[in-house]
């Protein structure tokens, strides 16, 4: 079975990304599995208020991911591992496919305009390795484009 890799947080990429992982797992009898990252709060505060904001962050990633888990059953599909996690981004990432030896793919997609972001700057840099294929979606697709592309 095809595990496919989908970083979720607030940006339009990750939902393309998320639709085609989605029709993709369909085509191939896979899974999706969604990481909502939690950036390491910068704010050195007391130890009660710092952990207040990291709690609500956590809280902010949490919702995002059941909320594109939801999205990812109401289009049909199966019920996708979720998983939230703190640190730096791409170190969470690469710690989680280390993991996750199962994971097929990690699906990004483009910004629409403008440079590319850090997460895929990071791994689709010259001299990268990964321990999976990095699937890239051009992030101007329509909903029918990415369909088709699946």
């Given amino acids: 079975m095809r595990v ?15 639709r085609y992982a989605a029709r993709r797992a369909a085509q191939t009898d896979g899974t999706v599995h969604l990481l909502a990252l939690v950036p390491a709060q910068p704010f050195n505060a007391f130890a009660g208020v710092q952990a207040t904001i990291e709690e609500e ?17 109401s289009q049909g599909g199966k019920m996708p591992a979720i998983s939230v996690r703190m640190g730096e981004d791409t ?3 690469r710690d989680y ?54």
């Fill in 4 to 18: 496919y890799l989908v970083i979720v947080d607030e940006s339009e990429e990750a939902l393309v990304a998320l």
């Fill in 57 to 73: 962050a956590r809280s902010r990633a949490e919702t995002l991911v059941t909320a594109a888990a939801g999205n990812l059953l």
């Fill in 97 to 150: 496919l280390e993991e996750h030896p199962e994971v097929s793919a990690l699906v990004l997609a483009t910004a629409k305009d403008g440079g590319p972001g850090p997460l895929v700057s990071h791994f689709t840099g010259l001299g990268t390795r990964m321990p999976c294929p990095v699937f890239l979606i051009p992030g101007n697709l329509s909903e029918e484009e990415i369909d088709r592309l699946s």
């Fill in 91 to 93: 170190k969470v990432v």
